[in-house]
């Protein structure tokens, strides 16, 4: 094992403990609702279940819709393989996240909330109970009439899109819908909905304690504050790390690398894959004024060393897709399972090389065409992975 | 009030009211962009992604059928983008479809075929997927066939089925490649609640759904030297087969029909007609019966309101879902099989034929009729009485088939006995003929005099409504319907077997009473029925409709009670509505079946 070239600054500000919620909302409930959207407006945090929409927007949008009733979910599906921080977060540190919720509810005026958990995450459910019933006698001392339940998914990936969640949570089929409308105007039951993943509220509970420019001494422009990463596989420190949001790949390959590392894959299947050769000029954060690629990612790390075949990987991401597309729409059903057929044929020499090419022309149809982020997204592993290890995929 | 939103579609401007969707604008401007998943009758799925274009500013391509029209919105349909990807989404659909077109009921009139065809997709890149061609067809049910090699997911019959139907027997199921159309665990349609009213597939853009078809059965009927073959026509055909055969929608082919049907070899070409008078006499005279039981008897046990039970797709329906209502379901048979029941009967007697030697066969505008002549129970005159059931579609097939050159056919009477019918006969065809057609009898026979209405036209049970209501107020009676006197006959009609299902949960809650309902299984009636031609939405279903109700008015004939061959029957050997014999050949019974 090769000596640290250097060491990322560790974070604590999601998990530390603080047990001040009541006092941080009750501060945050005297404070107009104004104010509080114009904080988490300044502070710049974006979400951070992968999309990376603006959250103060998020909100504001919600509160401005004339429409009631209004819902809070917090979206706790987490189905990106090989990432669980938020399992994490709502193990630790739930408080904060029910805090960031109810926040959200006085400024939009919403009465109910809930927590779309993951079905693995079942075993969760005892401990965010007790966590609730403490929850709920705060709002009522707060005197805030708001309510959080626990919904437990189904355990389709698909479901932790968010308008396939709230199909979900309907008692429907798990399937993306039409945007717009979005559901800020429309979302469960087709009323105004602030969706969050289960971090962006944990954050939104720092903001709300340190204040936003607090939390911008973290991070670079338009990808501002911290970002909690589960880093895995060729590592010799694999877990969950809470990290500045902007650094480079190389700096975060010299801290958590095994001194051979080949590449890595920010942000899941869905994510890109990083060679070697860009480490440096390749950033962790929101697209945005950053010299160089920015890549967002709903916190998966995947490191890679040289003993990797990344014909592999692609495979496995592809498999993953076309097992977990909904299958409703034409580009991604069909597109993911051609990707996948495709990439063997390749390798096994049934079809040229040259057809990786006409591939790459399906996967742009794909970005373009597809309902949902899903159908979307295949085409960043894809085009990632293919045009940097082309090799790989043939020989 | 609505605003009107300017945008633009391949530079040309166009103003749109707002909430329409960039489909619907090009539209308005004659800007053709392709679909699959969209149809004017359901719900915007936005799944299919073939009408996807370009809009300014924005990245990805949006779906035209699923996007609101916005302020100063700058669209192309028709950009190098917009057609690249249109290409390859065809051609994802193609490798995952079967396509052997020429082997297809659908051929020639597939809109993934039609598609392809413009789009010139002669070389397409993309690895075959069809599983196992032949172990995908379910062909148990004596209605629908169903290819799921051939289904593109456009979840139309899906949609079909819950929206239009409410019957839900076929819905999505698993996810990713497995994703399919299938029903309650999968199994045979012909075990599940599906009615067979065929809905689904003239809302399916390919032949992933068709109709069971018996035109082979049929041809070698004729071409038996030792049968007989009568063919009877619903009266919904006249107004739809010309569709098939190169006629504008709504033009009446009726007498083109009846020489094509001669020249294809039937034997005896004969009209629904006659015994859609004949179920209004029967059924009349059981609607008296009842309210007689009510009224005056203050019989506490009848049921009321009295259902219509022409349309097999309602009946299986009510049996599935409204069991309970089993006994308010009139006993009659639909006009089909009292057709075919008196084929081999009457008509055998009458034309001195061995009735073992008579084929029957029905060229109907549905495909639960099919289901419909193969329930154990339409068996009374002793044989099946209906052998075979066409569809429209499969007329205009034997048509081509034969070489007919239909617009030049000149036009021929129906043959006799049992091919005349009545104006009210034809009406059966749109969604409240037959309560047209009823009232038109039962208030005569009550009053003595005519319905009171303009030209015998009762409008208010006419259109294309989902449910209409209707009363009409019964007096001056004669004295033998004393018990009528006064009486406010309370109706109401459905088309589409949702409306059903709002009207029976509205009776089921109380909140509506009614003496006599009309249920069509399929929207605007048998002229919108499931085994009518391709496309259908709401204006040709508008145009067939006018074109009934004029055929009606261009009849002199235009009551049932009146038909001079429904007098002949009755005196020669049924004897009178509801006798002995009626009962035997005309009524029939009901099954209670499971709820899902
Ligand atoms: C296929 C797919 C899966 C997703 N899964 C999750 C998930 O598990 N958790 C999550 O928070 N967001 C997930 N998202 C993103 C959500 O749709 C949504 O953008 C997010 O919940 C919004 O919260 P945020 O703004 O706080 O990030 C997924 C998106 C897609 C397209
Ligand atoms: S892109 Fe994939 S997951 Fe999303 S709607 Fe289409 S088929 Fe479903």
């Known amino acids: ?395 | 009030m609505s605003n009107t939103i300017n945008l633009s579609i391949n530079g040309i401007a166009v103003s749109v009211e707002e909430g329409k969707t960039i489909l619907e604008a090009a539209q308005k401007l004659h800007i053709n962009i392709p679909t699959l998943c969209y149809h004017k009758d359901l719900c915007i799925a936005g799944n299919c992604r073939v009408c996807v274009v370009e809009q300014a500013g924005v990245d990805r391509l949006v779906a035209s059928c699923a996007t609101p029209v916005s302020e100063g919105m700058e669209i192309n349909t028709n950009s190098l983008k917009v057609r690249n990807c249109r290409k390859h989404i065809i051609e994802l659909l193609l490798a995952e479809h079967n396509e052997e077109c020429t082997k297809c009921y659908r051929n020639g009139h597939c809109e993934l075929q039609s598609i392809a065809a413009d789009l010139q997709i002669t070389n397409p890149d993309f690895i075959d997927l069809v599983p196992d061609k032949n172990y995908s067809i379910d062909s148990y049910s004596p209605s629908i066939e169903k290819d799921d090699s051939k289904c593109i997911r456009c979840q139309r019959c899906v949609r079909t089925c819950a929206e239009i139907q409410s019957v839900g027997a076929i819905a999505v199921a698993h996810k990713g490649a497995e994703m399919k159309i299938s029903t309650f665990f999968n199994q045979p349609l012909n075990e599940v609640v599906c009615t067979n009213c065929g809905q689904c597939i003239v809302h399916c853009p390919t032949g992933a759904l068709v109709e069971k078809s018996y035109v082979e059965q049929v041809w070698d009927a004729i071409a038996d030297p030792e049968k007989h073959v009568v063919v009877q026509t619903a009266p919904a055909v006249r107004v739809g087969l010309g569709e098939e055969l190169g006629f504008e929608a709504g033009t009446r082919v009726t007498s083109r029909m009846v020489a094509a049907l001669r020249r294809l070899g039937f034997d005896s070409v004969l009209d629904t007609d006659f015994t859609a008078d004949l179920t209004i006499m029967e059924e009349g005279t059981e609607l008296l019966m009842r309210l007689k039981a009510a009224l005056f008897d203050d019989n506490p046990d009848v049921a009321l309101p009295m259902a219509t039970s022409c349309s097999p797709g309602w009946v299986k329906y009510i049996e599935h879902k409204y069991p309970q209502y089993l006994p308010n379901l009139s006993t009659c048979k639909s006009p089909q099989q009292m057709f075919g029941a008196l084929a081999k009967t009457y008509y055998a007697k009458n034309i001195d034929v061995n009735p073992a030697n008579i084929v029957s066969v029905s060229i109907m505008p549905c495909t639960a009729k099919k289901y419909e002549a193969n329930r154990p129970e339409m068996k009374d005159s002793g044989f099946k009485d209906v052998d075979f059931v066409l569809t429209t579609r499969e007329l205009a097939v034997m048509i081509k088939q034969a070489g007919i050159e239909f617009d030049q056919l000149n036009e021929e009477n129906y043959d006799s006995i049992m091919g005349i019918g009545s104006g009210a006969g034809v009406i059966f065809g749109a969604t409240g003929g037959v309560m047209e057609a009823a009232l038109r009898t039962a208030y005569e026979i009550v009053t003595g005099r005519e319905v009171p209405f303009n030209n015998l036209e009762i409008k208010p049970v006419r259109g294309l409504a989902g449910v209409k209501e209707a009363v009409v107020l019964i007096e001056n009676v004669r004295p033998e319907w004393n018990f009528l006197e006064g009486v406010e006959l309370k109706c109401a009609i459905t088309n589409g077997l949702e409306n059903a299902h709002q009207l029976m949960e509205a009776i089921e809650r109380g909140d509506r009473y009614y003496h006599f309902i009309e249920i069509m299984a399929c929207p605007g009636g048998c002229l919108g029925g499931g085994g009518q031609p391709f496309p259908v939405d709401n204006e040709i279903r508008q145009k067939r409709m006018d074109a009934i109700y004029s055929e009606d008015l261009s009849l002199t004939l235009r009551k049932s009670h009146e038909n001079p061959e429904i007098t002949q029957i009755y005196e020669e050997f049924l004897g009178k509505p509801l006798s002995h014999k009626s009962h035997e050949l005309l009524h029939t019974s009901y099954v209670k079946r499971q709820p899902y």
Request: glycine share 10%; proline share 4%; hydrophobic share 35%.
């Open chain 1, 1 to 395: 094992m090769t000596t640290k070239i250097k060491q990322l600054k560790r974070i604590d500000l999601i998990f530390n403990h603080e047990d001040d919620c009541k006092e941080i909302l009750k501060k945050s409930f005297d404070r107009t609702n104004e104010e509080v959207i114009n904080e988490m407006v300044n502070s710049g945090l974006k979400g951070r279940g992968g999309a990376g929409f603006p959250t103060g927007l998020k909100w504001k949008l919600t509160a401005e819709v004339k429409d009631s009733p209004k819902y809070v979910i917090c979206n706790a599906d987490e189905g990106e393989p090989g990432t669980f921080k938020d399992r994490e977060i709502l193990t630790r540190v739930p408080h904060k996240v029910l805090a960031g919720m109810a926040m959200c509810a006085k400024i939009i005026g919403s009465r109910q909330g809930y927590i779309y958990l993951r079905g693995e995450y079942k075993f969760l459910v005892p401990q965010l109970r007790e966590e609730l019933r403490k929850f709920h006698q705060i709002m009522d001392e707060l005197n805030l009439d708001f309510e959080v339940d626990i919904f437990l998914g189904s355990g389709a990936y698909i479901c932790g899109e968010e308008s396939a969640l709230f199909e979900s949570m309907e008692g429907k089929r798990g399937e993306p819908r039409n945007k717009p409308p979005f559901p800020t105007e429309c979302g469960y039951l087709n009323k105004p909905t602030v969706i969050n993943n289960v971090e962006t509220l944990a954050h939104s509970y720092t903001i709300m304690k340190y204040g936003a420019k607090k939390f911008r001494e973290l991070g670079v422009k338009d990808s501002w504050g911290s970002k909690v990463f589960s880093v895995s596989g060729d590592t010799p420190i694999p877990g969950i790390y809470e990290l500045e949001l902007g650094m480079s790949v190389q700096d975060f390959v010299d801290d958590f690398g095994d001194g051979d590392t080949k590449a890595v894959q920010v942000g899941g299947a869905s994510g890109f894959l990083v060679p070697r050769k860009r480490f440096a000029k390749s950033h962790i954060g929101y697209q945005g004024k950053l010299t160089g690629v920015s890549l967002p990612t709903g916190g998966s790390m995947m490191i890679f060393n040289s003993s990797r075949s990344m014909y592999n990987v692609l495979d496995n991401y592809l498999d993953f897709f076309q097992e977990e597309s909904c299958g409703q729409c034409t580009p991604c059903r069909v597109g993911c399972q051609q990707l996948l057929k495709g990439i063997k044929a390749v390798k096994r020499g049934e079809k040229p090389a040259a057809y990786l090419d006409k591939l790459l022309k399906l996967t742009d149809t794909m970005r373009l065409t597809a309902k949902c982020g899903l159908g979307q997204s295949v085409a960043n592993s894809f085009s990632s992975i293919v045009e940097n290890f082309r090799e790989e995929m043939i020989y």
